[in-house]
Every structure is written in C-alpha cells, then in structure tokens.
C-alpha cells in the first residue's frame, strides 16, 4: 500500500511558478512510476507529466513541455513538479499518482495509488 500527500498548490499570477511537491508512504516508492494528473470541474482527469522509476524517462502533455518540469527524489519518497510560466488553462486540482506503466504512461489505468489533490489557480 503507497499513501501518497500533496503539497504546494496556491494562487498565481499568469507568468508565474509554482513547485508542487508528493510524498509517498513505505518502502516501494523506488519500484513506482511516478505521474501527475489534473481535473477541471465537468471534465475527465488529464495526464500532465510522468517519470520512470529510476528518474531516466520522463514524459509530458506537449502543452506543458518546456514549462513543467517532474523530478523524483527517491531517498526522500519524493516527486516534484516545477511549473513554471503558468497559464490560466494550467488552473486545475492536481493529483499525484504511483502505479507501474504497462503501457503508455498517460493511461490512468496504469496507476493504482492516488493523492488527495492540491489545488493550483493561475490568475490572468
């Protein structure tokens, strides 16, 4: 069983940055892809940015590549997500995921643990 805790949500101006953070519980956070995923109200969960276990193979939505940037920090049970250049379309709940990719690594199946959400307002 992995817990995992978001952190790092909060207002923005259009422009600006934030770092999201998710930390996961027990000792198997190395074995796990890491993903995040947003949510607007009214629309399916959106794949942004996922990371292999190791942190060598990263993947991005195209419309935050260049922008957002996922890292992992397997010593500390740790992934993070740098956002920068925010939009007001970035405006959305976040969610971390960990599971195991089977298959491309925006499919929702392929992750059985999910955080609570943080939530990231980008004003214009």
């Known amino acids: 069983q992995v817990q995992l805790v978001e952190s790092g949500g909060g207002l923005v101006q259009t422009g600006g940055s934030l770092r999201l953070s998710c930390v996961a519980s027990?000792?198997?956070?190395?074995?796990?892809?890491m993903g995040w995923f947003r949510q607007v109200p009214g629309k399916e969960r959106e794949f942004v940015v996922a990371?292999?276990?190791?942190?060598?193979?990263?993947y991005y939505l195209g419309s935050v590549k260049g922008r957002f940037t996922i890292s992992r920090d397997n010593a500390k049970n740790t992934v993070y997500l740098q956002m920068n250049s925010l939009k007001p379309e970035d405006t959305a709940v976040y969610y971390c995921?960990?599971?195991?990719?089977?298959?491309?690594?925006?499919?929702?199946?392929?992750?059985?643990?999910w955080g609570q959400g943080t939530q990231v307002t980008v004003s214009s």
């Open positions: 995921a960990a599971g195991l990719l089977r298959n491309s690594a925006d499919n929702v199946q392929n992750y059985a643990y």
């Open positions: 027990g000792r198997t956070f190395s074995s796990y892809a």
């Open positions: 990371i292999r276990p190791s942190g060598v193979s990263t």
